[in-house]
Nanobody, 120 residues
């Protein structure tokens, strides 16, 4: 059974930092990416590995956010620095893998999300 559990969100002042964690079980973390959804907006990519082995970042995240992995813990992190009010959102991690139960090879598995609130 695949499970993704995010943690590390919270309330922080603008300019501060947070590190989000995504603990995965039942699936490889190699393709895990981070997304976010602000109130009234669509879910958007924050950072994710590419098939070429690099990492793609949203323009808004470049230079401030960094994705990293700890294979021993099967956990993916999102280090967020210089946070801005507009970074306020629920942050989700996503993994892609087979879902045998429904017969899909590339199925999107999502965590429950963690709230990040940046105050001015």
């Amino acid at each position: 059974q695949v499970q993704l559990v995010e943690s590390g969100g919270g309330l922080v002042q603008a300019g501060g930092s947070l590190r989000l964690s995504c603990a995965a079980s039942g699936i490889s973390i190699n393709g895990v990416g981070w997304y976010r959804q602000a109130p009234g907006k669509q879910r958007e990519l924050v950072a994710a590995p590419t098939t070429g082995g690099t990492t793609t970042y949203a323009d808004s995240a470049k230079g401030r956010f960094t994705i990293s992995r700890d294979n021993a813990k099967n956990t993916v992190y999102l280090q967020m620095n210089s946070l801005k009010v507009e970074d306020t959102a629920v942050y989700y991690c996503k993994a892609v893998g087979p879902n045998i139960r429904i017969g899909v090879l590339q199925y999107d598995y999502w965590g429950q999300g963690t709230q990040v609130t940046v105050s001015s």
